[in-house]
Nanobody, 115 residues
Framework: QVQLVESGGGLVQAGGPLRPSCAASGSTFGIAVMGWFRQAPGKQRELVALITRDGNTNYADSAKGRFTISRDNDKNAVYLQMNSLKLEDTAVYYC?????????WGQGTQVTVSA
């Protein structure tokens, strides 16, 4: 079973950057897709960005042009460079991976954007 641990969340002023990271450990063989989701208070969890092992990416419309997802297959890690952060980006950000068709989730890292 794979374990995902996020880090790098925090408090940032609007317009600033933040770069959360996620590291996978345990049985990491066969991880096909890694990505980030987020959940704001009172809202459903939503996709932010995904990246395949080959580096193909998919972004939510809200992330396009501001966020960049990247992946280090050797380290089994995924990163989310977030620029030009907005108040509405405030949420718990969850790391996700798909391994042999099975979804796994991290515990989440809080990102708070202040005015």
């Amino acid at each position: 079973q794979v374990q995902l641990v996020e880090s790098g969340g925090g408090l940032v002023q609007a317009g600033g950057p933040l770069r959360p990271s996620c590291a996978a450990s345990g049985s990491t063989f066969g991880i096909a897709v890694m990505g980030w989701f987020r959940q704001a208070p009172g809202k459903q969890r939503e996709l932010v960005a995904l990246i395949t092992r080959d580096g193909n990416t998919n972004y939510a419309d809200s992330a396009k042009g501001r966020f960049t997802i990247s992946r280090d297959n050797d380290k089994n890690a995924v990163y989310l460079q977030m620029n030009s952060l907005k108040l509405e980006d405030t949420a718990v950000y969850y790391c996700n991976c798909i391994q042999f068709g099975v979804n796994s989730w991290g515990q989440g890292t809080q990102v708070t954007v202040s005015a």
